[in-house]
């Protein structure tokens, strides 16, 4: 039988603070569970996430989670939520009273609760086991075994070991990372042949090393979708953020062959986000990678293809059809296409931050250089809700934060929610009027230079860490003269093509162009890379379910 597979080594954990309780749920589990599978308790959250990263350690496997949803210091979804960055396949359960049913369809939304149960739980025969044989068995059907980790080996302050972490982290492959100095990192490079002048080192679950591998290569040899299975489809979707993620699940969800193309990661600029706190359906928050992550999974379910690490560098049409090409020269064709790009934070200019881009450098949150703060002072540049959420979050395990603003305050850009927080975070501090002068460092960033734009004072700092947020620099200089921009590189589409009542220049057809569409029909846009959007991952979402119903009306009169 299944579940007899791994039976010395599979897990089904109870989490309560209360002794009697616990005793009670790991007896009643024993009782009937007990002769498959090794039943584990735990009398607080924090016990219950080291043993969980001791099983993670050792390979075992863990099938289901119950947790009382009141403990003190982290309570159950609380728990829930970080064990499933240990244990993402784990079906989840929360315990809880009568008065506490509106805090677990919360949970629904904040850690994908798979059930909860309500106490008292007798008799277990009708309350407890139906539930728990359900959803062993749905865990059992799924692919819960644990995946080959692949191994990194880099050096801490080299910028391509850094990329590839965070090609890999973004793009939800487990890895492990292993220091070019440290002695278990000389034994795999010393086993690959390489003496670590070039790096990283990446080994696949094979034990194949790739040195130096660019983003296509690897994402080939990991696992991930590079080549399209077909020549032709009904939509592509270019860009795989909120608007191009959006685009994909309801494209593929109402009939439409539908294949999203992203040059990187999918989630964009809000799947680097520590938290999103004013996303609708979730009000204790969601990181951005469990977003993205969720909604890539949706897409996938109702049959689009992803197909990651490919870059698009040209758009043309053909007749009816639209073809669009990649890096490499190879294209394929499409019937409609969404442009979905988004954009990406602008580089800092100051001298020494080119050269130390990656090195204590970062664009974005860069969620794995996180864990390296731990105790150090931070410097965010930016003042929009990218930089307060990054601030949030680095807050937890930093010395200090200290946001660099050039404005007078933070009113202008980010969300009040935002604002509060940051105000009422001890070790946060904001800088007003402040811009990097300069960046300093032999290997790795050792100090800033900030200047007062108001008196023009210049100040020398101590830094290692600086994370930059500033400005929207949208992904379209590979659209040069086939569809329309404005000044800033910004798409141009629907009534801001006609904004003189007259169709733009070459536009074939007798009807105006759709909302969302641009200066070529059955070309759509969607989110950051619009001029004029939003600039909100809701908008965004909004804008790609938006852009598909157009294709449809643009199929249906083509």
């Known amino acids: 039988m299944a579940q007899a597979a791994d039976a010395a080594r599979t897990v089904i954990m109870t989490v309560d603070d209360d002794p009697g309780v616990s005793r009670a749920v790991a007896r009643d589990l024993r009782r009937r569970y007990g002769g498959s599978y090794r039943i584990v308790r735990a009398e607080s959250g924090e016990s219950a996430l080291e043993a969980l990263r001791e099983l993670k350690l050792r390979g075992d496997l863990v099938a289901v989670l119950l947790a009382d949803y009141r403990m003190p210091q982290m309570n159950g979804i609380e728990f829930l939520e970080q064990a499933l960055d240990v244990y993402p396949g784990a079906r989840r359960v929360l315990l809880t009273a009568y008065a506490d049913t509106n805090a677990a369809i919360d949970a629904i939304n904040v850690v994908d609760l798979d059930h909860y149960l309500l106490k008292p739980w007798d008799p277990p025969e009708e309350k407890l086991y139906p539930v728990l044989d359900d959803l062993l068995e749905a865990w059992r059907c799924s692919d819960f075994r644990p995946v080959p980790a692949i191994k990194v080996v880099g050096h801490r302050w080299s910028a391509r070991s850094s990329d590839v972490r965070e090609f890999l982290a973004r793009n939800q492959v487990p890895y492990r990372w292993y220091s070019s100095d440290e002695p278990e990192g000389q034994r795999l490079l010393a086993a690959a042949g390489e003496d670590g002048q070039r790096l990283p080192v990446v080994i696949t679950p094979d034990g194949d090393p790739l040195v130096e591998p660019e983003a296509p290569d690897l994402a080939a040899r990991v696992g991930l979708a590079t080549t399209p299975t077909a020549d032709f489809y009904d939509l592509v979707v270019i860009g795989g953020g909120p608007a191009g993620l959006g685009s994909a699940v309801y494209g593929a969800s109402e009939g439409l062959r539908t294949v999203l193309v992203e040059r990187s990661a999918t989630g964009g600029q809000a799947g680097q986000s520590s938290r999103i706190e004013n996303y609708l359906g979730f009000p204790d928050g969601v990181s951005g990678g469990q977003l993205t992550e969720r909604a890539r999974r949706q897409a996938m379910k109702f049959g689009a293809e992803i197909l990651t690490a490919r870059e698009v560098t040209g758009l043309e049409s053909s007749g009816a059809a639209r073809l669009v090409r990649f890096a490499d020269g ?79 305050d933070l009113t202008a850009s980010m969300s009040h929610y935002l604002i509060q927080q940051i105000a009422e975070s001890p070790n946060i501090s904001v800088r007003a009027h402040t811009v990097v002068e300069a960046a300093h460092g032999d290997n790795q960033l050792e100090q800033l230079t900030l200047r007062d734009t108001t008196s023009g004072q210049t100040e020398l700092v101590d830094a290692q860490w600086l994370f930059v947020f500033i400005g929207a620099a949208p992904l379209t200089d590979w659209l040069e003269g086939t ?76």
């Open 330 to 408: 190879s294209q394929i064709a499409a019937h409609s296409v969404i442009l979905a790009t988004g954009v990406s934070y602008r580089q800092l200019e100051a001298p020494g931050a080119d050269e130390l881009s990656g090195r204590g450098v970062f664009y974005g949150s860069a969620l794995t250089e996180a864990a390296s703060c731990q105790g150090h002072d931070v410097y965010i540049v930016g003042g929009a809700n990218s930089a307060g959420q990054a601030a949030m979050y680095l807050s937890r395990g930093a010395k200090s934060v200290t946001l660099l603003v050039r404005g007078a």
């Open 483 to 558: 569809v329309l921009r404005d000044e800033r590189g910004f798409i141009l589409a629907g009534p801001d093509l006609t904004a003189d009542g007259r169709p733009p220049a070459d536009w074939e057809l007798d009807r105006p162009p759709y909302h969302l569409e641009t200066n070529i029909p059955g070309v759509f846009v969607a989110g950051d890379a619009r001029a004029e959007s939003a600039k909100r991952v809701a908008s965004a979402v909004g804008e790609g379910a938006m852009a598909v119903m157009l294709v449809h009306r643009y199929l249906e009169q083509s």
